[in-house]
């Protein structure tokens, strides 16, 4: 009995031994593909809004009441059409007190040029009186400008693309009150990384992406670069030129890339299967580490310069505990 048991454990270790030796030799399972022809694009990303080629802000001179709004928003209208009117009970009285200081200080110069011709006073009390008429008139003419700045005016033809005046608020100097525009043409206005920029030229196609259309791939054209770039957030600002058919609309965010380089018929592999310029490929039933030239890089394929045929069976993603030469088992995606 003691005999049989031991001869017993000793089936049961060589058959525990057997195991463990195929599991650690057998062959490793991977997932291979083959590389695809296609167009390989280097692209620069940017971050945009939309914006008309054509608009301007209208802000308050001064610091007063609105007392009526045209309630034009989305309405067209022309250069110089009221779009608010702010209270200036204050500076017409200070006009109409102007005028009366005026009209005094005519008839003050009209008696004194009386005087003179009768030789009653000399010609430079005349000449004071004068200058005090002057004074006045220009002070008029200063208080009628200012009194026209009460009233915010569109400064050119087009819509009014937004309205944040309303009665009874207090108008703030610089705060925009209504933005006024064109509808079309409309641009991109875009940030771009100054590492990126000097890869970025005039007339380059963009792929624009917005969450208003995300079934939609969009595009737009390089139109012009800000020659100066913002040395705060490092970037400098790049406008996208849309087509007059477009669905996007103004304000909207949109996210960019630029195509800056495009190759046809490229070769490609997937960028998971790299790693450091290398990747594995099958050859007789074993894995082989191969270094490639890469050309441009995405984010899903990578163009093959050199080292691959189009042939060739590439394990992916790459296997990070795969032994070069290792036997392997394949599993073709």
């Not at 995300?214 to 020659?227: G, H, K, N």
């Not at 960019?256 to 450091?276: F, K, Q, Y």
Request: glycine share 6%; proline share 5%.
């Amino acid at each position: 009995m003691k005999v049989a048991r031991i001869l017993i454990a000793a089936f049961v270790l060589a058959g525990a031994a057997a195991g463990g030796y195929w599991y650690v030799t057998r062959p490793a399972a991977v997932a291979t593909v083959t590389p695809t022809r296609g167009e390989a694009a280097a692209i620069v990303y940017a971050a945009g809004v939309v914006e008309p080629r054509t608009w301007a802000k209208v802000t308050s001179l001064v610091r007063e009441r609105i007392v009526s709004i045209c309630g034009c928003e989305g309405s067209r209208i022309e250069k110089g059409d009221e779009l608010a009117r702010l209270d200036d009970t204050e500076a017409q009285a200070v006009l109409t007190e102007l005028k009366a200081r005026h009209r005094l200080a005519v008839d003050d110069r009209d008696r004194i040029a009386l005087l003179v011709e009768r030789n009653v006073v000399n010609t430079t009390q005349l000449d004071r009186a004068q200058s005090e008429v002057n004074q006045i008139e220009a002070l008029i003419a200063g208080q009628a400008a200012r009194l026209e700045n009460h009233i915010l005016r569109a400064p050119s033809d087009g819509v009014v693309l937004r309205q944040d005046a309303e009665v009874g608020e207090i108008a703030e100097p610089g705060t925009a009150l209504y933005w006024v525009g064109r509808l079309r043409p409309l641009i991109v206005v875009a940030e771009v990384n100054e590492e990126d920029i000097p890869r970025v030229e005039v007339g380059q196609t963009a792929h624009l992406t917005s969450d208003a259309f995300p079934s939609r791939t969009l595009e737009a054209q390089v139109d012009s670069i800000t020659p100066k770039g913002d040395p705060v957030s490092k970037t400098y600002r790049v406008k996208l030129r849309l087509p007059d058919d477009t669905p996007l609309m103004i304000g909207m965010s949109v996210d960019a890339n630029i195509v800056t380089r495009l190759v046809e018929d490229a070769l490609l592999v997937p960028s998971p299967a790299l790693r450091d310029g290398k990747l594995f490929v099958i050859e007789n039933g074993r894995a082989a580490r191969r270094a490639v030239e890469t050309g441009i890089r995405g984010t899903v394929n990578t163009q093959i310069l050199s080292g691959l045929g189009d042939d060739a069976r590439i394990v992916s993603p790459y296997p990070e505990e795969l032994a070069d030469g290792a036997r392997v088992t394949t599993e073709t995606r």
